[in-house]
């Protein structure tokens, strides 16, 4: 476990306590994986849990060390005393100067997502807005329910109603329907709704983020709404991905 962030380079009133994660996989965290994962479940919820509860002051980057661009503060390993975490705690000096870092290629649209749009793909996306290919519109959906029956029943094939996926896929196929276009004609998350080369696409948690220019490109998508954080109470934020020029849209740079 690290820290990292304002806390670590020692704020004294800190946004949140960023922390990083490293974990060895073995058989038994690999089943439950796939197992929160069929269900739309994140497997790292657990651990989350665990450590802080709901507590919502923390933010946890997970196996990402060998990709971070920022200092890591050891605070503690397996086999050490929580003595030790709490000693190079202690050796934080306090800094009132201390403030959040600012954040790499930023868009107003990513305010408050960035911490589930990895720098990566906040870069892909700054780019391409700066190029006049695509626009980004920042959407807040609302609980609602597709009222097509085969959407609807779509919807209730492929995931559980207690599943948040469950619950954004309803609320990003009322949106296209109150648009007034057919939620039918929709490839979501990975998969048709009904019609073969559809129109419209979405996604959550950027599981196919590298297929977007693809989609608005190649399979001639006229929007792409992702959801980078799913929840199962809390308001869902999107992003609408538009295309403006697909020549522009550099398909292999988001390889």
């Known amino acids: 476990m690290y820290l990292f962030g304002s806390f670590a380079r020692g704020a004294v009133e800190p946004h949140d306590i960023d922390v990083a994660i490293e974990m ?8 439950h994986a796939v197992q ?13 849990r665990t450590l802080v509860g709901n507590s ?14 920022f200092p890591l503060t050891l605070l503690w390993q397996r086999g050490e005393a929580i003595s030790i975490a709490t000693q190079r705690l202690h050796t934080l000096a306090p800094d009132p100067t201390a403030s959040r870092a600012p954040r790499d290629a930023m868009l107003p649209q990513f305010e408050g997502l960035d911490r589930w749009i990895d ?33 609807a029943e779509y919807l209730l094939d ?24 057919d939620p039918r004609a929709v490839h979501l998350h990975g998969k048709d709704v009904h019609h073969r080369r ?14 977007i220019p693809w ?23 999107a992003l609408r991905i538009v295309p403006l020029n697909t020549e522009l849209l550099d398909r292999a740079d988001w390889a």
């Open 24 to 31: 060895d996989r073995d058989e038994q965290w690999i089943a």
């Open 36 to 48: 929160s994962l069929s269900s739309g479940r994140n497997p790292q919820s657990l651990i989350r």
């Open 56 to 69: 919502r002051s923390f933010g946890f980057f997970f196996d990402g060390k060998a990709r971070a661009d």
């Open 119 to 151: 720098r990566p793909a906040r870069e892909h996306l700054t780019s391409a807005v700066t190029a006049n290919a695509i626009n980004i519109e920042r959407l807040d959906l609302p609980d609602a329910t597709v009222t097509d029956p085969v959407a």
């Open 158 to 181: 492929r995931w559980n109603p207690s599943s948040p996926l469950y619950r954004a896929g309803h609320a990003v196929l009322a949106h296209i329907e109150q648009q007034g276009h």
């Open 198 to 211: 559809p129109p419209h696409f979405a996604g959550f948690s950027l599981r196919y983020f590298k297929a």
């Open 215 to 237: 989609c608005l490109t190649e399979h001639e998508g006229i929007e792409w709404i992702e959801i980078p954080h799913l929840t199962r109470t809390r308001a869902l934020t």
